[in-house]
């Protein structure tokens, strides 16, 4: 009975809904999924580059540090290299002005815009999204990221579309004023993988899945130990209680 | 000065403060002896008020209550304390883990009517529990200060505006503002800081007034003789340790597995005042409620039978007639108490649904036999209703069942 309550429950919240415009996603098998998932590292590091030549003229990554990306497998001289590529305005100096310098590996990653206005003025209006949380902001995340990367087509021709937007089948409201970003061959992977539309969506789609969720590998690890620790200390009670209720009669 | 059987300096001690006495009594506490698994459910949710409480305290050592910071302020507590997502993790899944288990606890009381004389107020101890836990666990959704905890926020402060004449200035009076902004965030974490402790004082009445009494027991028949009882200690506290264990097992698998599974994406969002979200929902513990203040097509009446679906528990010892305790022996009762929970579950599952077409007919459906339960079938049924022969005695039940 108590089972049925536990299934009914959790049917009864929404936490399960589906994307935005009611078409399934498309469901991949990711490497990150279930107790053993893990963090496919030159998949992370593939998506780091798309996100860097591709989307980081417009999205930022706000709450990741060039620090953190050592986690992916990165080296220390690599991530140094590659915070100093950006310009980080700090200060005030001790003349008062505020100054630009080489970005360190404690910097957070510097965004494309300086406000929300900044960025919408220069997206037809539209902002685009903070990309470090995006796959935890939207409901099936992961496979909602890399369906919405790879579900740019031709809108039907009952479809007017508004100007400047594009026909995207799993955008909420199929209208979406982001231009398809990818197309073959866009970036150049220095490992030699074939850069194709669907590789590059899955790679910035694992990378992104790290960046929302750094602590996964760490957390998952930890769970299988505290599941064995529990399943032993509940197995141990159990038996206790078995011992110590012998005698009630 | 009274005489106590303690000499010396705890006799001095226990004159002044019987804290022995104390120690004797929580030494010696017995039980009934046929507690089944769903009595483990009590010291379960006063771990689960700890786990709280210290996991709280943790998370207020980093958090920011601004509306300017307080999101990214947790989001560094995601990523940059250390173990500070297992901190936030564990508060957050805690929160559904806690009222789950008071859930299931509400409904054993239900079931073998733990609510009757003598432990009425016991059982409005336990209500009042309920109730301030309910809002203490909304205004720590707010905090976060995600498109949900907004949202959320300024529906539930807006169902006050209901109330006639003076509504208004209530909701701006719990706003601190005209919309929910930085002193509704200010005075909710203040709020959700002090209620848990408020909480802790309200669960020592609970037990104090469980244990004047005893644990009432699935047979609903009371303790005659010594016979009837066992030491709390070690018989429960060893079966409550295995109690423990399966509760910390689910709660694992949601902490470590699926720690977002029980919260909303939307909260991910950071709060934007000018952008309304496709759907605001509530967070599943409060569905069902939730679905009961839009069945009723009236604002007011919305407000007023979702607080009285929670205020009519206050007279449920009166309002259920029959003279026995337990469900098990009362084979109408069963079907109807059932059918309640199946109900109830209903009505969280209708409260995540849009509010249109055939969900609103079935939420006025289900909110009406939420309230026929106990203000039409268990003052009828108590009179009417053919009860099965009830034990001599605890003893000869658990004889019996052996």
């Not at chain 1, 310098?101 to 685009?128: C, I």
Request: proline content about 6%; hydrophobic content about 45%.
């Amino acid at each position: 009975m108590k089972k049925l309550f536990i299934i009914l429950i959790l049917l009864s919240t929404n936490a399960i809904a589906g994307g935005g415009s009611g078409v399934p996603l498309r469901d991949v098998k990711w490497p990150f999924d279930g107790a053993f998932g893990t963090v496919d590292r030159t998949a992370a590091q593939r998506g780091y580059q798309v996100y860097k030549e591709v989307c980081a003229s417009c999205h930022a990554l706000e709450y990741i540090s060039y620090r953190n990306l050592k986690e992916i497998g990165f080296s220390e001289a690599e991530v140094k290299a590659i915070a100093a590529e950006a310009t980080v305005i700090d200060g005030p100096n001790d003349d008062g002005d505020m100054f630009e310098r080489p970005g360190r590996l404690s910097d957070r990653f510097v965004s494309p815009f300086a406000n929300e206005k900044a960025a919408r003025a220069v997206n037809g209006g539209a902002y685009p999204p903070n990309l470090s949380l995006i796959v935890k902001s939207r409901p099936n995340g992961a496979n909602y990221l890399y369906s919405l990367l790879t579900g740019y087509q031709d809108a039907p021709g009952s479809m007017e579309m508004n100007e400047g937007m594009y026909y995207n089948k799993y955008f909420s409201g199929n209208q979406i004023a982001m231009a398809p970003p990818l197309m073959d061959e866009i970036v150049e992977y220095m490992d030699g993988t074939h850069p194709s539309v669907d590789q590059m969506a899955r790679d910035v789609t694992i990378f992104l899945q790290w960046a929302a969720e750094p602590e996964m590998e760490q957390r998952k690890r930890m769970g299988i130990k505290v599941f064995a620790y529990l399943i032993i200390f509940t197995i141990l009670f159990y038996l206790a209680k078995k011992i110590i209720w012998r005698d009630i009669k | 000065m009274s005489q106590t059987e303690y000499t010396g300096v705890k006799g001095w001690i226990e004159e002044r403060l019987p804290i022995f006495s104390f120690l004797k009594h929580s030494a010696e506490y017995r039980a009934p002896k046929n507690l089944n698994y769903a009595w483990n459910l009590g010291s379960i949710l006063g771990i689960a008020l700890m786990i709280q409480i210290i996991t709280g305290i943790v998370l207020a050592m980093h958090y920011t209550p601004n509306s300017e910071l307080a999101f990214s302020s947790v989001e560094n507590i995601m990523r940059n304390v250390n173990y500070g997502w297992l901190i936030r993790y564990t508060h957050a899944v805690g929160a559904s883990m806690f009222f789950f288990a008071v859930y299931l606890h509400i409904l054993r009381g239900l079931y073998y009517g733990s609510y009757k004389a003598p432990r009425e107020i016991l059982w409005w101890f336990g209500i009042i529990i309920f109730i301030l836990m309910m809002a203490t666990a909304f205004m720590g959704y707010v905090l976060p200060w995600g498109q949900m905890s907004f949202w959320g926020a300024t529906v539930i402060t807006n169902l006050f505006s209901a109330i006639p004449v003076i509504g208004e200035s209530i909701v701006q009076w719990l706003w601190g503002g005209f919309s929910v902004d930085n002193p509704t965030l200010n005075r909710f974490f203040a709020l959700h800081f002090l209620l848990p402790f408020i909480l802790l004082g309200l669960v020592v009445f609970h037990v104090i007034a469980l244990h004047v009494n005893g644990s009432n027991n699935p047979t609903g028949v009371e303790p005659k003789t010594e016979k009837d009882t066992i030491p709390f200690h070690p018989y429960y506290t060893v079966k409550d340790f295995f109690g423990f264990g399966i509760f910390f097992i689910i709660f694992a698998f949601f902490l470590f597995f699926e720690p977002n599974y029980l919260g909303h994406a939307d909260n991910y969002i950071p709060a934007d005042p000018m952008v309304t979200p496709a759907h605001i929902v509530p967070e599943w513990y409060f569905l069902p409620f939730y679905a009961i203040l839009r069945a009723i097509p009236d604002k007011l009446g919305g407000v007023v039978f979702m607080f009285g679906s929670l205020l009519i528990l206050f007279i449920l010892p009166w309002l259920d007639t029959s003279k026995v305790k337990s469900g098990t022996f009362r084979p109408l009762f069963k079907v109807f108490f059932w059918l309640f929970t199946f109900n109830f579950v209903f009505l969280g599952y209708l409260g995540g649904k849009p509010a249109e077409g055939i969900y609103v007919i079935l939420s006025r459906l289900s909110t009406f036999y939420y309230f026929a339960y106990f203000l039409l079938v268990l003052p009828i049924l108590g009179k009417i209703e053919n009860t099965k022969a009830l034990p001599e005695s605890i003893d000869a039940a658990y004889k019996g069942n052996k």
